[in-house]
Structures are given as C-alpha cells and as structure tokens.
C-alpha cells in the first residue's frame, strides 16, 4: 500500500489514466459517427460530411438563376411598354401632323376662295350700251335672283313690244287710258314694274335693264317664263 504513494507510481498511474481516458473518447467518437452514418457505407460518411457545402452551392446557383430569369422578364416587360409607349406617341404625333395638315388645307381652301370671289367681284362683266348689251346683262341680274329666260325669248318679246326701244310708251291701250301707260323696252304699266322690281336694278321704267328684269320676273311668275309669252301680256 505504500508503494502506491510514491511520486513515481502516481506519475505511472496518471499516465495510464490519460491513455484511457484517450481511448475511451476515441471509442466514443467512433461509436457516435458510427451511430449517424447508415452502415456500409464509409464513402457515404464522407459525402455526408461534404453535403453541405454542395448544398450550398446548388442553393446558391438556384438563387442566381432565378434573379437571371427575373431580370430578363423585366427586361421583356420594360421593353414591351417602351414599345406601346413609342406607339402611342407616333400616333399621336401622326394625328397631330395630319390634323395640322387638314387644318393648312382648309385654310389655303378658304384664301383660294375668297380670292376667287374677290377676283369675281372685282371683274364684273362691262355689257355694251345698246340692246345686246342690255338683254346679256339682264340674264346675268336674272341667274343671280333665279328668274328664268332666254336670250332668245326676250329678244323675241322686246321686238314685238317696242321694237327695241326703251323710250317706247303706248299711250292709247286700256292702261294709257286708265292712266298707267305701258313703258319700255316690254312695255311694263308702273304697278307690275313696281311689284317685281328687282333690288339692284334703277327703279325706273325706261331703264332698260331694270324693265327687262322686272319684265322677266313678271312673266316668270304668271307664264312660267318669258320664253312661254307670245303675244301681249
């Protein structure tokens, strides 16, 4: 018993305690792994351990395929609305510039008009002072009021009338008696001259221009025409 408390023997002793103590932390190692690892299967052990970081590294190229994917259909959708966006804006500007040209025609339409009518204003026709003259510019006052007649069928009731005088008066019928005398180039009494007097014209009986288009108008409203006059009216 006493050799037991020598310096040496302790020494001997402890050692032999870390040895075993050594081993049994081996075996206890050893018997956990084997515990967590399925049997047969060393090799697995050691994909076991590298799992992780594969793990690590399919997670990892999942992600930034993912994101890739992600940023390509926002690249797909920016572009599509950068598209309808450049649509919409051509079509606008298209509508804008055909609206402006319309607007440019219509204008130039307006000018050429009215400068066509400044320039049909400007340039009355001069009709000769003799009974040509007056019959061409009695038609003229006539299609502006919408009379009818002919060149022809005035002419034909002015010589049978006065001759183609415009001073003629007939101052012996039953009007010259009742005080109202025929007058002009077709002999026109005052009261039809005055009710088919057309504006315009000289309000006068003699004026030759004025007792044909009153004349006319007169006819025109009881015959249809002058041309449909034939004989005293």
Same mark, same amino acid.
């Given at each position: 018993?006493?050799?037991?408390?020598?310096?040496?023997?302790?020494?001997?002793?402890?050692?032999?305690?870390?040895?075993?103590?050594?081993?049994?932390?081996?075996?206890?190692?050893?018997?956990?792994?084997?515990?967590?690892?399925?049997?047969?299967?060393?090799?697995?052990?050691?994909?076991?351990?590298?799992?992780?970081?594969?793990?690590?590294?399919?997670?990892?190229?999942?992600?930034?395929?993912?994101?890739?994917?992600?940023?390509?259909?926002?690249?797909?959708? #920016?572009?599509?609305? $950068?598209?309808? +966006? !450049?649509? %919409?804006? /051509? =079509? *606008?500007? #298209?509508?804008?510039? $055909?609206?402006? +040209? !319309?607007? %440019?025609? /219509? =204008? *130039?339409?307006?000018?050429?008009?009215?400068?066509? +009518?400044?320039?049909?204003?400007?340039?009355?026709?001069?009709?000769?002072?003799?009974?040509?003259?007056?019959?061409?510019?009695?038609?003229?006052?006539?299609?502006?009021?919408?009379?009818?007649?002919?060149?022809?069928?005035?002419?034909?009731?002015?010589?049978?009338?006065?001759?183609?005088?415009?001073?003629?008066?007939?101052?012996?019928?039953?009007?010259?008696?009742?005080?109202?005398?025929?007058?002009?180039?077709?002999?026109?009494?005052?009261?039809?001259?005055?009710?088919?007097?057309?504006?315009?014209?000289?309000?006068?009986?003699?004026?030759?221009?004025?007792?044909?288009?009153?004349?006319?108008?007169?006819?025109?409203?009881?015959?249809?025409?002058?041309?449909?006059?034939?004989?005293?009216?």
């Amino acid at each position: 018993m006493s050799e037991t408390n020598t310096p040496g023997h302790s020494r001997r002793l402890t050692k032999a305690h870390k040895l075993s103590v050594a081993g049994v932390a081996t075996l206890g190692a050893a018997a956990l792994a084997f515990s967590l690892v399925p049997a047969g299967a060393g090799e697995t052990q050691t994909a076991v351990a590298a799992a992780p970081v594969a793990w690590s590294k399919v997670v990892d190229g999942a992600q930034t395929q993912a994101v890739q994917q992600h940023l390509t259909v926002q690249q797909v959708v #920016a572009g599509q609305q $950068a598209k309808v +966006a !450049k649509d %919409a804006k /051509d =079509a *606008k500007a #298209a509508k804008e510039t $055909a609206a402006k +040209a !319309k607007a %440019a025609a /219509d =204008a *130039k339409k307006d000018r050429e008009q009215k400068a066509a +009518a400044s320039r049909s204003a400007n340039r009355a026709p001069v009709f000769a002072n003799n009974l040509d003259g007056w019959i061409k510019e009695a038609l003229f006052i006539m299609k502006r009021e919408g009379i009818p007649g002919t060149y022809a069928g005035i002419h034909k009731n002015i010589m049978r009338e006065s001759s183609g005088n415009p001073m003629a008066i007939n101052n012996w019928d039953i009007n010259a008696q009742n005080g109202i005398p025929s007058k002009g180039l077709l002999q026109v009494i005052a009261p039809t001259f005055k009710a088919y007097h057309v504006k315009g014209t000289k309000f006068d009986q003699y004026d030759p221009v004025a007792n044909i288009v009153a004349a006319c108008n007169y006819a025109a409203d009881r015959y249809g025409s002058m041309d449909n006059v034939n004989s005293a009216y």
